[in-house]
């Protein structure tokens, strides 16, 4: 017990004397700073590394306008995409409902390579779908073509409307039916509600939703590099694998970088306007309008076409190109399992420096902020920012090359989704009100034990919910891996990439659908926990 | 005619009935407080009448038409009755002029925001227009959603539990303010609450409900002093029940005395005992002092009663007094 202390009325007061927990505050710090390491790096390059003359600043405006082009579509296809399909969810009956609530998240399965290359061969021009039409309509009808930059973000927004279809689908369902309900008694219809107060109300989620979807759109490369569309991200990586010039890769990835640092600031902002929602404290079973006659088909219809678009189609043409082909089977044995290997291996690492943040920094921004920005991040740019402190190592002649490469691997991924396993465990202990650790002390736990049996039960389930996120995107990875993979290690996405840039498609079709395989019920059970969540009830 | 009749209406929710036969006439110009306690189906009674959710038996009539009836379900916007939500339900991407001024599509563009601002002058809010709702206190809420429901000259204005969010003494400022606004604005006013003090404070005509029925409708002082039966006695105020133990010349006899009128049983306020005199022999076994006055619980004949007498010349515990019931505050059922 530390002395009473004097106020200035003369009352003593007792001061909490709670042991702090420097070590834990610290190891949170340490497991932060790692997110920016990589970051860091890539500033020093782009400004220490002299410019050269492989790519030209003319290519790198091309691709910048690109990639905004790229995301202003995206952006828009997936909110319209997203947002109508959890209005239709949440707030109506018809057939099916209840399976699409969770079905349409399904697309977050299917890595955005493998419907580029699925669409990719379904739209050729010598593919069956124009062949068909072509033969019963006698002319060209289909003047769209995939390989361009419209087909990328047609691919892109049918890849990541999910984003978008989550968090809409929460804020939806968190919105107080009053506000619904006194927008009628005030003249308003249904679609007016919808409109004038339900929309503006979502407005936040639907940005930082889209604004996922765009920094997904940022950060990917196998589709948009299949589809012959050159962004930033491909630059960063061609700039790196063909050129040999860290330098450039860096210059461009900085500008990547602070896409990323203004999208996330985007999605913190409107997270921020999200207690719109929590300003009614009542919660009233919604009340959902049974769609009758031609408008429940239309909704059912709406609701399958996004999902056959997201997965289906391509998983499906994926698979009968597939099984006209015997694979090899040995290889993607292999590849599939490194893939599994990095797979929960990146989760567990990536779970538990979420967690120690999460214990350690409970409450304070700076760590979360900082975490975020490596989510924010492309897998491209981390890697490339990894690459410089690693071949400081490797001239040092530190190690094995697979075993830190594999680290490295590793590294690359805990930084770049530590952010995604923090929210679920942050939410979890949400929980945990300061009362209830006060009831444990009052109990007779030490803060340690408080934590112990109070904390960690309560954040066990959401520390899996974490575990299983990062394990879907780390399936689903390809630039990072491609750049920091040791020799001869390839992913399930690595194998994908080569057989389909040398239009192997049919093989490249296996890898593909193995991560589907792999990352679906993942998914699944991810998306109907979500779904079966609803306040009020 | 008056502005708003059910007609036994009906809500199930599963097998459970909500609202179960409620008959009830709102008119025009006048407040109607519905009272009842928690559970009893009152707000859902609110709520289907104001067309938020589907009737699944009998009708409901405003101004002479059929808006909730066996196959007919007028859609609430289309009913020009106002809701004012216990929870405010303001929009908080809008600001207070623009919630008060949200339901006047019908208006010119240009006129919307005038006409918002007078709204807002009748509850004294004029110069909180621009502000958003999140900034205001419970009150200004309070006034704003009555603002905003009033807007569109509703022949009817209901309100759910609408001073049930606010404490004290403020509540009794923003009551007086409400109500003065609904004089003000002349529509059949229907107010839910659990609160019969204020019930009776506040009413013109006052409706008892219970377990999803009308008790009783009238007068609140009728109500008050002649229920029509034990459990309408009940939801306004404390009530003995006392078993008439004789009928003796027209008088009900109990263990505490005797009132005009025959019956099984016979409901005495604590006021309705009245100690001193020639009355029944009874003992104080309790004592609690309530400020201006003390309960006291006597006991006589097997049967205990609660007594509610002046601070002045109380008895103590164990005493032993003489009571009588006063019949102005007594029934016999």
Same mark, same amino acid.
Request: aromatic share 8%; with cysteine; net charge neutral.
């Given at each position: 017990?530390?002395?009473?202390?004097?106020?200035?009325?003369?009352?003593?007061?007792?001061?909490r004397?709670w042991p702090k927990i420097p070590a834990l505050r610290?190891a949170a710090l340490?497991a932060a700073?790692?997110?920016?390491?990589?970051?860091?790096?890539?500033?020093?390059?782009?400004?220490?590394?002299?410019?050269?003359?492989?790519?030209?600043?003319?290519?790198?405006?091309?691709?910048?306008?690109?990639?905004?082009?790229?995301?202003?579509?995206?952006?828009?296809?997936?909110?319209?995409?997203?947002?109508?399909?959890?209005?239709?969810?949440?707030?109506?009956?018809?057939?099916?409902?209840?399976?699409?609530?969770?079905?349409?998240?399904?697309?977050?399965?299917?890595?955005?390579?493998?419907?580029?290359?699925?669409?990719?061969?379904?739209?050729?021009?010598?593919?069956?779908?124009?062949?068909?039409?072509?033969?019963?309509?006698?002319?060209?009808?289909?003047?769209?073509?995939?390989?361009?930059?419209?087909?990328?973000?047609?691919?892109?927004?049918?890849?990541?409307?999910?984003?978008?279809?989550l968090t809409?689908?929460a804020?939806?369902v968190s919105?107080?039916?009053?506000?619904?309900?006194?927008?009628?008694?005030?003249?308003?219809?249904?679609?007016?509600?919808?409109?004038?107060?339900?929309?503006?109300?979502?407005?936040?989620?639907?940005?930082?939703?889209?604004?996922?979807?765009?920094?997904?759109?940022?950060?990917?490369?196998?589709?948009?590099?299949?589809?012959?569309?050159?962004?930033?991200?491909?630059?960063?990586?061609?700039?790196?694998?063909?050129?040999?010039?860290?330098?450039?890769?860096?210059?461009?990835?900085?500008?990547?970088?602070?896409?990323?640092?203004?999208?996330?600031?985007?999605?913190?902002?409107?997270r921020?306007?999200e207690s719109?929602g929590a300003?009614?404290a009542?919660w009233?079973?919604?009340?959902?309008?049974?769609?009758?006659?031609?408008?429940?088909?239309?909704?059912?219809?709406?609701?399958?076409?996004?999902?056959?678009?997201?997965?289906?189609?391509?998983?499906?043409?994926?698979?009968?190109?597939?099984?006209?082909?015997?694979?090899?089977?040995?290889?993607?044995?292999?590849?599939?399992?490194?893939?599994?290997?990095?797979?929960?291996?990146?989760a567990a690492v990536t779970v538990v420096l979420a967690a120690v943040i999460a214990f350690g920094a409970r409450g304070q921004k700076?760590a979360q902020?900082?975490v975020s920005?490596?989510y924010?991040?492309?897998?491209?740019?981390?890697?490339?920012?990894?690459?410089?402190?690693?071949?400081?190592?490797?001239?040092?002649?530190?190690?094995?090359?697979?075993?830190?490469?594999?680290?490295?691997?590793?590294?690359?991924?805990a930084?770049?989704l530590m952010a995604a396993a923090l929210e679920p465990i942050d939410a979890g202990l949400a929980r945990v009100t300061p009362s209830m650790d006060r009831a444990a002390r009052t109990l007779g736990e030490t803060e340690t034990g408080a934590v112990r049996r109070v904390h960690v039960p309560l954040a066990r389930g959401a520390l899996w919910t974490a575990g299983l996120l990062v394990f879907v995107?780390?399936?689903?990875?390809?630039?990072?891996?491609?750049?920091?993979?040791?020799?001869?290690?390839?992913?399930?996405?690595?194998?994908?990439?080569?057989?389909?840039?040398?239009?192997?498609?049919?093989?490249?079709?296996?890898?593909?659908?193995?991560?589907?395989?792999?990352?679906?019920?993942a998914?699944?059970f991810l998306s109907r926990r979500v779904a079966k969540s609803r306040p009020g009830g | 005619?008056?502005?708003?009749?059910?007609?036994?209406?009906?809500?199930?929710?599963?097998?459970?009935?909500?609202?179960?036969?409620?008959?009830?006439?709102?008119?025009?110009?006048?407040?109607?407080?519905?009272?009842?306690?928690?559970?009893?189906?009152?707000?859902?009674?609110?709520?289907?009448?104001?067309?938020?959710?589907?009737?699944?038996?009998?009708?409901?009539?405003?101004?002479?038409?059929?808006?909730?009836?066996?196959?007919?379900?007028?859609?609430?916007?289309?009913?020009?009755?106002?809701?004012?939500?216990?929870?405010?339900?303001?929009?908080?991407?809008?600001?207070?002029?623009?919630?008060?001024?949200?339901?006047?599509?019908?208006?010119?563009?240009?006129?919307?925001?005038?006409?918002?601002?007078?709204?807002?002058?009748?509850?004294?809010?004029?110069?909180?227009?621009?502000?958003?709702?999140?900034?205001?206190?419970?009150?200004?809420?309070?006034?704003?959603?009555?603002?905003?429901?009033?807007?569109?000259? $509703?022949?009817?204005?209901?309100?759910?539990?609408?001073?049930?969010?606010?404490?004290?003494?403020?509540?009794?400022?923003?009551?007086?303010?409400?109500?003065?606004?609904?004089?003000?604005?002349?529509?059949?006013?229907?107010?839910?609450?659990?609160?019969?003090?204020?019930?009776?404070?506040?009413?013109?005509?006052?409706?008892?409900?219970?377990?999803?029925?009308?008790?009783?409708?009238?007068?609140?002082?009728?109500?008050?002093?002649?229920?029509?039966?034990?459990?309408?006695?009940?939801?306004?105020?404390?009530?003995?029940?006392? $078993?008439?133990?004789?009928?003796?010349?027209?008088?009900?006899?109990?263990?505490?005395?005797?009132? $005009?009128?025959?019956?099984?049983?016979?409901?005495?306020?604590?006021?309705?005992?009245?100690?001193?005199?020639?009355?029944?022999?009874?003992?104080?076994?309790?004592?609690?002092?309530?400020?201006?006055?003390?309960?006291?619980?006597?006991?006589?004949?097997?049967?205990?009663?609660?007594?509610?007498?002046?601070?002045?010349?109380?008895?103590?515990?164990?005493?032993?007094?003489?009571?009588?019931?006063?019949?102005?505050?007594?029934?016999?059922?």
């Open positions: 017990m530390t002395a009473p202390a004097e106020t200035p009325f003369g009352l003593p007061v007792v001061r004397n610290l340490l700073a790692l997110a920016v390491i990589p970051l860091l790096a890539v500033v020093w390059l782009a400004l220490t590394r002299p410019a050269s003359a492989d790519i030209p600043p003319e290519l790198i405006g091309r691709y910048a306008a690109t990639t905004a082009v790229l995301a202003v579509c995206v952006a828009v296809g997936t909110a319209v995409l997203g947002a109508t399909a959890a209005w239709l969810v949440v707030m109506h009956r018809f057939p099916g409902r209840d399976v699409f609530a969770w079905a349409l998240a399904l697309p977050l399965a299917a890595p955005a390579f493998a419907l580029a290359y699925a669409y990719a061969d379904l739209f050729d021009v010598a593919g069956p779908l124009r062949m068909f039409l072509r033969a019963t309509l006698g002319f060209e009808a289909l003047p769209f073509e995939i390989r361009s930059l419209p087909g990328a973000a047609f691919v892109l927004s049918c890849a990541f409307y999910p984003y978008v279809y809409a689908r804020a939806f919105q107080s039916v009053c506000a619904l309900e006194a927008a009628r008694t005030l003249g308003s219809s249904p679609l007016d509600a919808f409109r004038r107060v339900a929309l503006p109300l979502a407005r936040p989620a639907l940005a930082a939703g889209a604004a996922l979807a765009v920094m997904e759109t940022l950060a990917d490369y196998g589709a948009v590099n299949f589809l012959g569309v050159q962004t930033l991200t491909t630059g960063v990586v061609r700039a790196w694998s063909v050129f040999g010039a860290p330098g450039s890769s860096a210059r461009l990835a900085l500008i990547l970088l602070f896409a990323a640092a203004v999208l996330l600031w985007v999605e913190r902002l409107n921020a306007g719109y300003s009614s009542r009233r079973t919604l009340t959902e309008v049974p769609l009758v006659g031609p408008s429940r088909w239309l909704a059912s219809g709406f609701c399958l076409l996004l999902l056959i678009a997201g997965l289906l189609l391509p998983a499906g043409w994926l698979a009968y190109r597939a099984l006209t082909y015997t694979p090899e089977f040995d290889r993607i044995l292999r590849a599939g399992s490194v893939s599994l290997g990095l797979g929960v291996g990146g700076l902020r900082v920005l490596g924010a991040t492309p897998g491209a740019v981390m890697a490339v920012g990894l690459l410089a402190p690693a071949s400081l190592l490797w001239r040092g002649g530190m190690g094995n090359g697979v075993a830190m490469g594999l680290g490295l691997l590793v590294f690359a991924y930084a770049r995107d780390v399936m689903k990875e390809l630039p990072a891996t491609l750049i920091l993979r040791p020799f001869n290690f390839d992913t399930l996405a690595v194998l994908a990439d080569r057989y389909a840039s040398d239009e192997r498609l049919a093989e490249a079709a296996w890898p593909s659908l193995l991560i589907v395989a792999a990352a679906a019920p998914v699944i | 005619m008056s502005a708003i009749e059910v007609r036994g209406a009906r809500r199930l929710y599963g097998k459970k009935a909500a609202v179960d036969g409620a008959s009830l006439n709102v008119e025009a110009g006048r407040l109607t407080c519905l009272l009842g306690p928690s559970g009893c189906g009152k707000s859902t009674l609110l709520r289907l009448v104001a067309g938020l959710e589907p009737l699944d038996g009998g009708e409901i009539v405003a101004e002479g038409r059929i808006v909730s009836g066996p196959h007919i379900h007028i859609a609430p916007e289309e009913r020009q009755i106002g809701f004012v939500f216990q929870d405010y339900a303001l929009f908080p991407h809008l600001t207070v002029a623009q919630n008060v001024a949200f339901g006047l599509t019908n208006l010119p563009r240009a006129q919307r925001h005038a006409r918002a601002l007078a709204e807002l002058e009748r509850v004294r809010l004029a110069d909180r227009a621009g502000a958003w709702p999140n900034a205001l206190s419970g009150g200004e809420q309070q006034r704003v959603a009555l603002a905003r429901a009033l807007a569109r000259n $509703p022949h009817a204005i209901l309100l759910d539990e609408p001073f049930s969010g606010l404490d004290g003494r403020l509540k009794a400022e923003v009551r007086d303010a409400a109500l003065e606004a609904l004089r003000d604005a002349g529509a059949a006013a229907l107010i839910v609450t659990h609160d019969a003090e204020e019930a009776l404070m506040m009413a013109d005509d006052l409706a008892l409900m219970q377990a999803g029925r009308i008790l009783q409708t009238g007068a609140p002082r009728e109500c008050y002093l002649k229920p029509a039966s034990m459990a309408a006695a009940r939801l306004l105020g404390e009530a003995n029940e006392l $078993p008439v133990t004789r009928l003796d010349g027209g008088m009900a006899c109990t263990a505490f005395g005797g009132v $005009p009128g025959s019956g099984a049983v016979v409901m005495a306020r604590p006021e309705a005992l009245v100690l001193g005199g020639e009355g029944a022999r009874a003992k104080v076994t309790a004592a609690r002092f309530a400020g201006g006055y003390v309960m006291l619980t006597l006991f006589a004949d097997q049967e205990t009663a609660t007594a509610r007498v002046p601070v002045t010349g109380a008895p103590g515990v164990g005493d032993e007094v003489r009571v009588h019931l006063d019949p102005a505050f007594s029934a016999v059922f």
